[in-house]
C-alpha cells in the first residue's frame, strides 16, 4: 500500500508539471444584441449615432418572413409574395485591452444580399451574393477596453425581383469574431484529403495556410493530430518551417491511419484534425478540420458506388428556407428536415440552387448524407430581372473560390454543381465559361466529380455539354429519355440531378383518384385546378416537364448506369407556387409540406427505399354514403394485403410487375378501413383508419421533451385536432391559439397549406385537414416551458404541454 501510494503522489506531480494546452484561438458567437431597422441609415455608421429607437434583435434574423403577404410586394408570389427592402444592423461591442495585438476579425455565414459592412465608420466591403460566406478583418480599426466599437451593416433586397423562389432578407445565417495571434491559420485555412483508402489503411494529406501579420520573420512548428471518434490521437505529424512578415505560406502534412472506419451513410464515422501552431515554444494557434475517411466512384455503366459497395443515389432537393423561420438558418431546423429525409430513406441532399448554411454540411457528415452542392442557378444570362447575372463579371470567381474552400473538407460533399439549368447550354458561349469554372473548382479541389444540371439532352444542342469539361453530367426531368442515353453519351457518368415535379397538397383527395394527370396537359394550356388552390395528394399531378414519383422512380430503379436521383423536392419551399396564382405562395412540389407534416406519397418512398416494414393506407375515411372511394395502400416485407371495410374482406392484393401500390374502388361507408399485409401468410402489420366524428379535444405532440436554455434550441409542437375516440379530424380547420411561459417564445406557426396567407410570427393559426404546428425557441431563461393550446371553435377545447429546460 505504500508504494502504491508513492507512485500516486508522483503520479500527481507529473500530471501537475505537464502544462495543461488550453485552446488560443478566441471563437465567440456574434449573434446577439443587434439593432435593425428596415430602410436606408447611412448615418448609422457614425459612432455618435443613436439607435437606441431601433428594434433590438438577435442573429440569425430574417426581416422578410415578419411580413404581410401581398400579391403587391415586387417579390411576386414566385418570390414568395413577402416584402424584401433595404435595412440596417447596428451592433455595440467592447473587447478587452488583452485583445489589442491580436488579429481580430468578423465572419458571416450568409447576408442576403447586398452586403455592406463598416467597423467604427471604416468601410470594409460589399458582398453582392447572398448565399455567399465571407469574413472581414477587423484589426486596424478597433478599440480595447472600455472605449465602445460599432459595427454596422447595410443589407439591400431591394432589387426585384432577383430570385425564382423565396429568399429572405437580412443577416440570416450566423455570425462569429475570432481572435488569433499575429501567426494564425487562415480563414477556411486547412484542405484535407485521403488519396488512397481501403479496409487496410489510409493515407491523409493536410494543407495547412498559414498567415503571418506580424513586421519579422517567423519560425514555427505545426502539429497535426488524427483523432477518433472516440477522442483518442490514432496518428501525429510535425512540421517545421519559416514564414516571412506579412505573408501567407501552404505546409503539406500526411499521416497513415491503419484500418479506418469508412464513412458511410449507415455509419457516418467522423474523425477529426486538431491542428496546433507554434512559435518557438509558445502555442499561438488552434483549428480543427473534419475527416471522414471514405472513397466513391462514379461509373459510366454501374452507376454510383461507396467504398465500393454500389449505393443508388435516393436524393432529395432542396431549399434554404425552413419554412415558418423564413431564410433563418437554425441548425436545430436544418436537424429535424435532414431526420424527416432519413426517415424516408432518403440517402442524398442536392443543394439547390445556391451555396448551403455551414450547419447543414455539418449535419450531412454527422447524418450520413451524400451531398451535391450547386454554386449558381445563373451565370452570365438572366433568368428574372435582376438576379446574379448583374453581378457575375466581377463577383463569379471570387464567390465559386470562397464556396469550395469553406466546403471541401466536408466527407458528405462528392460532388460540385456548377449551375442549374444555366441558358448558356443552349450557346457556345456555355463552352468557354463550362471550361473556366471547372478549372476554378479544380484549382482547389480534385478529388470531387463537377457537375451541372442540364435540361438540354441532345448532345449537338448542349454546349455546356460540348465543353468536355464535366466529370459527370446531371440532366433534370424528361426521365423517358434515359434509355437512349447510353448511346447519346458514350461512356458518360450520369445522374438524374433533377426529377419527378408532382403536386399534392397534404390530407386532401380529388375522386378519381386519376382525375388529373398533369399540369397543365400541355405547355401553356390552363390548369383546371381546385377553387381552393389544392391539389390531389394521390400520386397522379405533376407538371407538364416532369412526371409522378411512382413514373419517375420506376425508370431510375431499373437503368443501373443512372447514378441515382434528385426529386424535386424533399420539402415545399416558400415561392415559386406552380400551379396556382396568388393567394398561393408556397410549392406544392415537397414529398413533405412545408410545416414538416408527410404527404402520402412519403411512404411510398419508405417502402422502397428502406428495410423498415410499412403499410400506409390512404385517403382518410370520411366521405358521402355510396360514393366511390379509391383506396390505395404502399407496402412492403409482405407477399400480399388484404382489406377490410366494417370487417368485410374486400379482397386481397399484391403488387405486379413493377407496381408501387395496389388499390381497390370502395364504395364509401362509416366505420372502418383496414389493411392486412402479409408474408408466407403471417401478419407483418395491420392499420386502420375510422370515420372521425366532430373535434371534440387536440392532441400535442412535442419533437422533444428536453430543451437547451441557449437562446437558440427549437422544439416542434404538432397539434392535432381529434375526435371523441381519439381519431384525427381530417376536415378540422379549427382556429388554434396558443400561449407560451417560461424559458420559451413562439418563433413560427404553420398548417402545411399552399395558400394560407396568415402570419407564420402568430400566435394562432387555423388547422388545415386536422393539423397545425408551433414553434417554440428557447429565450435562454433556465425555466420550463408552458405551452397552452386552445380552441373556442365545436366547444372549448384546451391542451397543455410542458418542455423541461437544461
Excluded at 64 to 70: L, T
Amino acid at each position: 500500500m505504500k508504494y502504491i501510494g508513492l507512485l500516486i503522489g508522483l503520479l500527481l506531480v507529473v500530471m501537475a508539471c505537464k502544462p495543461i494546452q488550453k485552446d488560443i484561438r478566441i471563437v465567440e458567437d456574434f449573434n446577439f444584441n443587434w439593432n435593425f431597422k428596415l430602410g436606408d441609415h447611412p448615418e448609422a455608421i457614425q459612432e455618435n449615432f443613436n439607435a437606441s429607437e431601433w428594434q433590438n434583435l438577435d442573429l440569425p434574423h430574417d426581416w422578410s418572413i415578419e411580413g404581410a403577404f401581398s400579391e403587391d410586394h415586387p417579390t411576386k408570389p414566385e418570390g414568395g409574395a413577402l416584402p424584401a427592402g433595404l435595412g440596417w444592423y447596428r451592433k455595440t461591442f467592447s473587447l478587452p485591452i488583452n485583445w489589442k495585438n491580436k488579429q481580430v476579425s468578423v465572419e458571416f455565414d450568409g447576408v442576403y444580399r447586398n452586403s455592406e459592412v463598416w467597423i467604427n465608420g471604416h468601410y470594409l466591403g460589399k458582398r453582392p451574393y447572398g448565399y455567399i460566406s465571407f469574413a472581414y478583418d477587423l484589426s486596424n480599426f478597433l478599440k480595447f477596453g472600455e472605449e465602445k466599437n460599432i459595427i454596422s451593416v447595410k443589407v439591400d433586397n431591394s432589387e426585384q425581383p432577383n430570385s425564382r423562389w423565396y429568399t429572405g432578407s437580412g443577416i440570416y445565417r450566423n455570425v462569429r469574431l475570432v481572435a488569433t495571434e499575429k501567426l494564425h491559420i487562415t480563414h477556411w485555412g486547412t484542405y484535407v484529403t485521403t488519396p488512397k483508402v481501403s479496409k487496410e489503411k489510409a493515407s491523409v494529406n493536410l494543407e495547412v495556410t498559414l498567415q503571418n501579420d506580424a513586421n519579422s520573420s517567423k519560425t514555427y512548428k505545426i502539429v497535426s493530430t488524427i483523432l477518433n471518434a472516440e477522442m483518442l490521437e490514432i496518428a501525429q505529424t510535425t512540421s517545421e518551417e519559416t514564414i516571412n512578415k506579412n505573408t501567407s505560406k501552404v505546409t503539406s502534412q500526411t499521416f497513415e491511419v491503419l484500418n479506418p472506419t469508412l464513412w458511410n451513410i449507415e455509419k457516418p464515422y467522423l474523425y477529426k484534425i486538431k491542428t496546433t501552431v507554434f512559435e518557438n515554444s509558445k502555442l499561438v494557434d488552434n483549428y480543427e478540420t473534419p475527416l471522414g475517411i471514405r472513397y466513391f466512384n462514379f461509373d459510366s455503366e454501374k452507376g454510383f458506388s461507396l467504398n465500393g459497395v454500389p449505393t443508388k443515389i435516393h436524393g432529395v432537393c432542396l431549399h434554404h428556407d425552413n419554412g415558418a423561420l423564413g431564410a433563418v438558418a437554425n441548425y436545430h431546423a436544418i436537424k429535424r428536415k435532414l431526420q424527416i429525409m432519413k426517415d424516408m430513406g432518403v440517402n442524398a441532399i442536392r443543394v439547390s440552387h445556391n451555396p448551403s448554411s455551414v450547419e447543414l454540411l455539418q449535419l450531412c457528415d454527422a447524418m450520413g448524407f451524400i451531398v451535391q452542392t450547386e454554386a449558381f442557378d445563373v451565370w452570365k444570362k438572366k433568368k428574372v430581372k435582376a438576379d446574379y447575372n448583374l453581378e457575375w463579371d466581377a463577383w463569379h470567381k471570387k464567390d465559386l473560390e470562397d464556396f469550395v474552400k469553406r466546403d471541401r473538407n466536408h466527407p458528405s460533399v462528392m460532388m460540385w454543381s456548377i449551375g442549374n439549368e444555366i441558358r448558356e447550354q443552349f450557346d457556345s458561349t456555355g463552352v468557354a465559361i463550362t471550361k473556366n469554372l471547372v478549372a476554378i473548382v479544380k484549382s482547389l479541389d480534385k478529388t470531387r466529380p463537377v457537375t451541372c444540371a442540364l435540361t438540354e439532352n441532345v448532345p449537338e444542342k448542349n454546349f455546356i455539354y460540348q465543353s468536355g469539361a464535366l466529370d459527370v453530367l446531371g440532366f433534370n426531368y424528361k426521365h423517358k429519355d434515359y434509355y437512349d442515353f447510353p448511346e447519346k453519351f458514350k461512356g458518360e457518368k450520369i445522374i438524374a440531378s433533377e426529377s419527378v415535379s408532382a403536386l399534392e397538397t397534404r390530407g386532401h383527395y380529388d375522386m378519381p383518384s386519376d382525375s388529373i394527370k398533369r399540369w397543365p396537359p400541355a405547355h401553356n394550356e390552363p390548369f383546371d385546378g381546385n377553387d381552393d388552390f389544392t391539389v390531389s395528394a394521390y400520386d397522379q399531378v405533376s407538371a407538364y416537364w416532369g412526371a409522378t414519383h411512382e413514373e419517375n422512380w420506376k425508370t431510375v430503379k431499373k437503368l443501373n448506369f443512372i447514378s441515382g436521383m434528385f426529386i424535386w423536392t424533399g420539402f415545399d419551399y416558400l415561392g415559386e407556387p406552380i400551379p396556382y396564382p396568388y393567394p398561393a405562395r408556397s410549392s406544392y412540389f415537397g414529398v413533405v409540406d412545408l410545416a414538416g407534416f408527410p404527404k402520402d406519397v412519403y411512404y411510398m418512398y419508405q417502402s422502397e427505399w428502406t428495410n423498415k416494414p410499412v403499410l400506409h393506407i390512404l385517403p382518410h375515411w370520411n366521405w358521402n354514403i355510396g360514393q366511390d372511394v379509391d383506396v390505395w395502400v404502399y407496402y412492403n416485407n409482405a407477399d400480399e394485403v388484404e382489406l377490410f371495410l366494417n370487417g368485410k374482406s374486400l379482397g386481397t392484393k399484391s403488387k405486379q410487375n413493377d407496381d408501387l401500390h395496389i388499390s381497390w374502388r370502395v364504395k364509401f361507408e362509416a366505420g372502418n378501413i383496414k389493411a392486412i399485409s402479409r408474408k408466407n401468410g403471417i401478419v407483418v402489420l395491420e392499420k386502420e383508419i375510422h370515420t372521425a366524428t366532430s373535434p371534440n379535444t387536440i392532441q400535442l405532440i412535442a419533437d422533444k421533451t428536453l430543451i437547451k436554455n441557449d437562446g437558440y434550441d427549437l422544439v416542434y409542437v404538432t397539434v392535432n385536432v381529434l375526435d371523441a375516440k381519439g381519431n384525427l379530424v381530417p376536415k378540422a380547420d379549427n382556429l388554434i391559439n396558443f400561449a407560451v411561459t417560461g424559458g420559451g417564445k413562439i418563433v413560427g406557426v404553420d398548417n402545411g397549406y399552399q395558400a394560407n396567407l396568415s402570419s407564420f410570427k402568430a400566435s394562432e393559426i387555423k388547422a388545415y385537414n386536422g393539423k397545425c404546428l408551433v414553434i417554440i425557441q428557447s429565450n435562454g431563461k433556465a425555466e420550463d416551458i408552458t405551452l397552452v393550446a386552445s380552441s373556442i371553435d365545436n366547444g372549448v377545447m384546451k391542451k397543455t404541454v410542458t418542455i423541461k429546460t437544461k
